[in-house]
């Protein structure tokens, strides 16, 4: 049974899913968050909220890990929260270190948790909060020690919550998250892994020419699987596949204070019907398997243009 199939019918409150399971790219632990404070409860549903503290959070979390076979998971956010979830499930957790301001000092610690070998994913990088672009100067020594390392970075392309610079986000700007200004910094660092995370919605045309010109560059579907209306997140998702870079698209939840959003998310991308059964095994495990080198890598280079439209 395929991982496709076996979701489908999960959905369907039927058989399981197949053996391989799903690779979450986008997770979130924190020690302590706002959010729970205010009880605020899904954004999309209503939802009230069901988990309030961090040891509620993970459970409810690794709940929805168990239901939807998840059988890894790049989680980041307040990294010793995330090593406390690594010490739960070694074999499970991918850690990243996420960070929204560049410094000297940050590098400093970078460097060191690198060789001890307790960062696995630079990210998710959350500069765009700060009104930095990709391209600021400031992050160039970190897209280097990431190029240097072999550590994949983890990137935040999204114009933010609605309205953000009004709800505490002063400096964010929707223009921020154009996928192009990454286009400087892999030309210089062209053995870069790097994905963009919420596949650089909304800017479809942007995301699309930076796929089709560096092959390298993958994306996950962080928060637009799960807060955009079903029709807006297809339409996206339909777009980028039909470009030809259905090799390159990762499932990501990004449920940050919402574990439930783990089961919406996939529930949107099993009932995308314009998908093939391979293209949804690819989705929710082959690529994400394939970008973290647990398959070999495919015998032509994704981007190539044997994938790409005529």
């Not at 053996?19 to 020690?31: L, N, R, T, Y």
Request: proline content about 8%; charged content about 20%; aromatic content about 10%.
């Amino acid at each position: 049974m395929k991982v496709s199939a076996g979701f489908l019918s999960l959905v369907l409150g039927a058989a399981p899913a197949a053996a391989q399971g799903v690779i979450d790219m986008h997770v979130h632990a924190m020690s302590k968050d706002p959010r729970w404070t205010m009880r605020t409860g899904n954004p999309v549903t209503g939802q009230a909220m069901v988990a309030a503290d961090e040891s509620s959070h993970r459970e409810a979390t690794f709940a929805a890990f168990r239901k939807y076979h998840i059988v890894k998971a790049m989680v980041s956010g307040d990294f010793d929260a995330v090593l406390r979830w690594k010490q739960i499930a070694p074999d499970l957790i991918i850690a990243g270190y996420s960070f929204n301001a560049p410094d000297a000092g940050l590098l400093n610690i970078l460097r060191k948790e690198i060789k001890l070998g307790r960062v696995q994913v630079l990210g998710e990088i959350g500069a765009q909060y700060g009104g930095i672009l990709p391209n600021d100067p400031r992050l160039e020594p970190f897209f280097a020690l990431a190029e240097a390392s072999d550590i994949p970075i983890a990137y935040h392309a999204h114009p933010g919550p609605p309205g953000a610079p009004y709800v505490g986000f002063s400096k964010m700007r929707a223009a921020h998250a154009d996928p192009l200004l990454f286009e400087e910094v892999l030309v210089r660092h062209p053995k870069l892994r790097i994905y963009i995370m919420h596949a650089g919605w909304p800017m479809l045309d942007h995301m699309i020419a930076l796929m089709w010109q560096h092959p390298q560059v993958y994306v996950d579907l962080g928060i637009i699987d799960w807060s955009l209306a079903r029709k807006e997140f297809h339409r996206y998702l339909r777009s980028l596949v039909d470009a030809g870079f259905g090799k390159r698209i990762m499932f990501g939840s990004d449920q940050m204070v919402w574990p439930e959003a783990i089961g919406m998310a996939i529930e949107n991308i099993a009932s995308a019907d314009f998908l093939s059964p391979e293209q949804r095994d690819d989705i929710l495990y082959h690529n994400a398997a394939r970008f973290l080198r647990m398959e070999p890598p495919s015998p032509i280079p994704p981007g190539a243009n044997k994938e790409l439209p005529r």
